[in-house]
């Protein structure tokens, strides 16, 4: 079978901008004569009026951000992942302190607030995107949040978790199940901090070979499947060892911080770990090709 090669390049491509951020990715399809066609884009940071536009999502586990100090180091380094869309987990935060995180980047904001002392998390959308809302799902224990939108003309389903440190298959069937009604006609992407590991002998520093898998970790495998979705941070690095969090209780790096999303789209997205800063976790991110101007 022949094979063709076409390339699409955006503006990052033309020299205007030489230092700017690209990320290529590659995409085969085939036509209707039966030939395959490698498509290559390479994307810019940078909004153009071409068909393709790179879409970040940065989740982390920021340990807290009632601290102004703290806070403004976190948003400082936010923007320079040039993040679209913000998953914050453990803002330590009241309802009533919601407010603080908004600034002339992020003025929409959803949380689910717990207290001052633990759990929290948050969702900041930038302003640089064009966004409405459907409809959202907030839980009371501040453990996750659920928005269903349209970006960019194109629906998605994203959840915001931080999940229990303990043995809780429920929390997850909980998730699943909000998520069950509102993903049919969108495109899912799920991040935050797991609490979990999904194969111990590569995603945990100093764990046995043999381990026996979780009831939570075969809960989540097992709506892996059935939603269609990949840890795709996984996917792209099968035997790669990479961690998120470092335990100065049990002298262990985990990897604890993911995204999984719709195995159909895996081929369009470059995800990232991050270096630990600020918090005792990594933040992560997931970068997305869409189209900016559907046809």
């Not at 895996?266 to 046809?295: F, M, R």
Request: charged share 20%; net charge positive; proline share 3%.
């Amino acid at each position: 079978m022949r094979k063709l090669l076409k390339t699409s390049l955006s503006t990052a491509s033309t020299g205007s901008d030489p230092e700017e951020e690209t990320d290529t990715v590659l995409s085969l399809q085939k036509a209707k004569d039966g030939n395959v066609i490698l498509y290559c884009y390479i994307l810019s940071d940078r909004t153009s009026s071409l068909s393709m536009f790179k879409f970040n999502i940065v989740a982390w586990n920021v340990h807290g951000i009632r601290s102004q100090t703290k806070r403004v180091k976190i948003m400082d380094y936010v923007s320079k992942l040039k993040a679209d869309i913000l998953l914050l987990q453990e803002t330590h935060l009241l309802q009533s302190e919601e407010k603080c995180l908004s600034d002339s980047n992020y003025s929409i904001i959803f949380s689910s607030c717990y207290n001052s002392r633990q759990r929290g998390v948050s969702i900041l959308v930038h302003k640089r995107i064009p966004f409405t809302l459907n409809s959202t799902v907030t839980d009371s224990e501040g453990r996750y949040i659920i928005i269903q939108a349209t970006i960019f003309n194109k629906l998605y389903s994203i959840v915001n978790l931080y999940a229990p440190n303990n043995e809780d298959p429920a929390f997850f069937h909980t998730v699943f199940s909000h998520l069950a009604d509102l993903s049919a006609n969108s495109t899912t992407i799920i991040g935050g901090d797991f609490n979990i590991v999904l194969n111990p002998s590569v995603d945990r520093s100093n764990s046995p070979i043999h381990v026996k898998q979780s009831q939570s970790v075969k809960v989540i495998h097992d709506y892996m499947k059935d939603f269609g979705l990949d840890d795709v941070w996984r996917l792209k690095n099968p035997t790669k060892r990479d961690y998120t969090f470092f335990s100065e209780v049990h002298k262990t790096f985990s990897r604890l911080d993911f995204f999984l999303l719709n195995n159909s789209i895996a081929h369009k997205v470059t995800t990232k770990i991050h270096p630990i800063i600020i918090s005792d976790h990594t933040p992560i991110s997931l970068s997305l090709a869409i189209k900016k101007n559907p046809s």
